[in-house]
């Protein structure tokens, strides 16, 4: 017993430490997610080789996959190619502006990084405002501001460019963070539920996979992206319908101008080359396989295929045959279709592949995947030294609270977490917290899991709390008092979105009115 207890006391120790190290960052993230390889071992908790094991499991395979192909859409400039084009049909007027910058920005990150989408989208932002405003000062000086009482008109123009300058740069931030969540592979806090249930609840039967969360997430993700739409549009822009929308009004000069911007950066890109069109239609077939590996209401391709073995192939499975097939399939034509200059190219050789592993290297985020094996590895000695069987019991009087309030609170602490933390360590640290909390209650874990994974994604109100924030701050217009003030409401807008989607549709598609037989550690394997 006294033995059972040390070794609990020690995992409740190394987990305190890298909480510690993960908020202050006095290490980098990654290496702080290598500590279990050392501690676990010396303290006694699991031996080194079982430790390392859990740093390169089925879920890291498939944020390998899927940044893969994220990469080379990058490397394609197709993800450009997409936002231009979205936004020569809305148009640059004010809240038709803001809504096309959210719902590109929010698309795009459902397939690649927030950061790279956010890096993309923020100096077209600039050079839009540069054409529709001229330039603008960051932030007013003391003379306008002296200026304000003995003269509104000559003060009202600059503030109120500031103002639209400040809502654009807010929206395309708070976008690429709400679109990451629609998807699994979007952003690390889904990764790392997916690999917590697998790791915790082995007997789960798949329950997420890319359809099931795609069919809970993505409506989810466009309820919050358009109330998140009208709160900076009342904010930053106003209702005046005439000059936001443009009712019975024709362009001004500069918004002509500032249309001319956008599409000559389009033509810049000229025409839709080869080698995007195969990266597309990559993307695309990974997405389809996706959705009918599994899609639980009728038997996916895996079945037919596989018969008895379709739990041989996962998600995973198919991000890593489109990942291969980036570096098999030409990023040119065949020679027969190419036409001119064809002795020329026989002489230069075969035609380089879609994607190459100097672009990958230097592209792929790989601390991310240290970050998910430590996660599994906190979880993992957890298990095992017997620390989630004892937070769940002492969380046992929660079981006489609803459910839906359980739910609520915990969202409002994880988001409030997560603006100090990275959201992947966010979601390590509290996952199998919350899995234990709900064995002990007698609650479907998936009905406090899913909704926390969310909440770990809303960093809303300050600059450093996700690297999409800093750029946007970046670039002189924010104050922190801005973010603060936009992003709280910003936070109660998401964790009401994700308890209305949790109680709703969240309580079909993943069965959360009973407790299931996967979720009880005392039934037999």
Known sequence: CVCVCVCEAACAYVIALMAVYWCTEVLPLAVTALLPTILFPVLG???????????????NMLFVGGLMVAVAVEHWNLHKRIALRVLLLVGVRPALLMLGFMGVTAFLSMWISNTATTAMMVPIVQAILEQLHGKVDPEPSSKTQRGKKSSNTSSEGPEAKRKLSKGLLLCVCYSASIGGIA????????????????????????????????AFAFPTMLLT????????????????????WGCGAAPSEKERAAYQVIRDEHRRLGPVTYGEVNVLALLVLMVVLWFTRDPRFMDGWATHVFNAKAEFVTDATVALFVAVLLFVLPAEPPLCFRRSDTESQVLRGPAPALLTWQVTQKKMPWNIVLLLGGGFALAKGSEESGLSLWLGAQMSPLHSFPSSVISFILCLLVAAFTECASNVATATLFLPILASMSQSIGLNPLYVMIPCTLSASFAFMLPVATPPN????????????????????MNVIGICCISLAINSWGYVIFGLDSFPSWANATAPA
């Open 183 to 214: 998807t699994l592979t979007g952003t690390g806090p889904n990764l790392v539920l997916m690999g917590q249930m697998n790791q915790l609840f082995p007997r789960n039967g798949d329950v997420i996979n890319f359809a099931s969360w795609f």
């Open 45 to 59: 908790i699991m031996e080194s080789k079982d430790v390392c094991m859990q740093y390169l499991k089925d879920t």
């Open 225 to 244: 992206l358009t109330l998140a739409w009208f709160w900076l549009q009342f904010l930053y822009i106003g209702c005046d319908l005439r000059r936001t």
């Open 470 to 489: 800093a750029i946007a701050f970046s670039y002189g217009f924010l104050k922190v008092s801005d973010m603060a003030k936009t992003g709280v409401v």
